[in-house]
């Protein structure tokens, strides 16, 4: 899905004028043509939504229809000019990939942002307004630059074995058993407990997440919220659902127009899928059950990320797992170098109860993974043989719980969600990580061939 930011690069961004002959003639939008204030209207009506909050797609379709009308206004005195059609033309893509209707609803011509002190957008804009009019009250220089208008926004995942993705972007692979924090500031705390997934393996995966709003003056006092495996609550610790007066409307998928709080919850799904939305702060926390295991995505804005002190740098999403916690060499992911969960196997061949190689659970089959075999499984939910795709095959060898298939395609479906920059999404492995696949899969192979002499062994 297209991100607003994506969108307003490819066509808000439009230039004052455009050269269109190599002989170096331009096109000016002139003072009758007035497509440049169609576009500073759409700029913002839009530029507070959040693409992972209820409503935007309604209220992002009222911003282009109103945008369309504007064009349609100054269409007479604009003929001829290539940046109104280019407007033009961006307006009718835009339609078309967002689903939007010509004929509806529109937002005001003249969009006013009203101040709210416990909505990060609106204090980030406002406090950006009031800097461009000091500036511009000591200065008879004219400046178009709108750079630091928007807020930048960082990203960390956590999913599998587990696997991280760092605000910078950095895939790893992890052990840290235990609790550990992922981000700990003067604004938000969360921490993860991760546990042994397969018995004589280093990889572990997560079965608890405790996330600390710390208070905020005028906007909301302290709320925790605590999800462990088979609890994946809909409510904070408290049993509220939401802290801080009611504050600016917002449009529902229903259509329908509500108050939006300061901080909130909101499940997706019973029991499988809850996302925290800290509009105070600007903070989007998505929570996930799937299979016995946990996963996590955070979009927060760098500044408050940045928001620590010295006693607070152990931050894996800040930076990284510890050296001595990395199961990774450096971005590239070893395979498991024995037959896959033959820990687990071993154990329950030990069972008079055991009568076949697959073990049937609550949450789903364990099995044995060749290389291939992986890799089919998780082609089936992941296209892209991305970085994503090659945790999902090191799950199913390390584990052989085909639930992990799900989290990794679920954990790259909530990356793009909230991840500010989508020509960051994909992350490849170093180049000599494919080629290892098929070295490792000529050693399953091999030690395939002398499984059934060593089980034998074992069991006589």
Known sequence: MPKLSDMCVLYISIPDSICVSSSGQCQVATPQCRIQKCTTDFVSLTSHLNPAVDGFHTEFCKAL???????????????????????????????????????????????????????????????????????HSHSHTHSHSHSHSRAEYLFCGLFGDPHLRTFKDSFQTCKVEGAWPLIDNDYLSVQ???????????????????????????????????????????????????????????????????????????????????????????????????GRYLTLAVRIPEELA???????????????????????????????????????????????????????????????????????????????EDIYFHSCVFDLLTTGDANFTVAAYSAQKDMESLHPHRDSWRIYPRSFATSSLHFDSQNFKRLALLLPCFLSTVLM
């Open 306 to 384: 940045q928001a620590y002190d010295a006693t607070q740098d152990l931050q894996l999403c800040l930076n990284g797992c510890p050296s001595a916690e990395r199961i990774d060499q450096a971005g590239h992911l070893p395979l498991p170098v024995s037959p896959p969960a033959l820990g687990l196997q071993l154990q329950q061949l030990r069972r008079p109860s055991y009568s076949s190689q697959t073990q049937t659970s609550a949450y789903g089959s364990t099995q044995v993974f060749g290389v291939e075999g992986a890799r089919e499984r998780c082609r089936e939910q992941l296209e892209v």
């Open 65 to 135: 229809r109103a945008y369309s009308a504007c064009t349609q206004r100054t269409a007479k005195a604009c003929r001829g000019n290539l940046v109104f059609h280019s407007a033009v033309l961006g307006i009718s893509d835009l339609m078309s990939q967002r689903n939007c209707s010509r004929d509806g609803p529109t937002s005001p011509t003249h969009p006013e942002i009203p101040f709210e002190p416990c909505n990060y957008h609106s204090r980030t804009q406002h406090a950006h307004t009031q800097s461009h009019a000091h500036a």
């Open 192 to 290: 993860v407990t991760n546990v042994p997934v397969v018995p004589g393996s280093s990889a572990t995966a997560t079965n608890k997440i405790t996330i600390i709003f710390k208070p905020y003056e005028g906007c909301t006092d302290q709320r925790v919220y605590q999800a462990v495996t088979d609890n994946l609550p809909a409510a904070f610790d408290d049993g509220t659902v939401s802290s801080g007066d009611p504050m600016h409307n917002s449009a529902g998928a229903d259509g329908a127009s509500r108050k939006v709080r300061a901080l909130w919850i909101s499940e997706r799904s019973p029991g499988r899928h809850v996302e925290l939305h800290a509009g105070y702060i600007g903070v989007t926390v998505i929570v996930r059950q799937l």
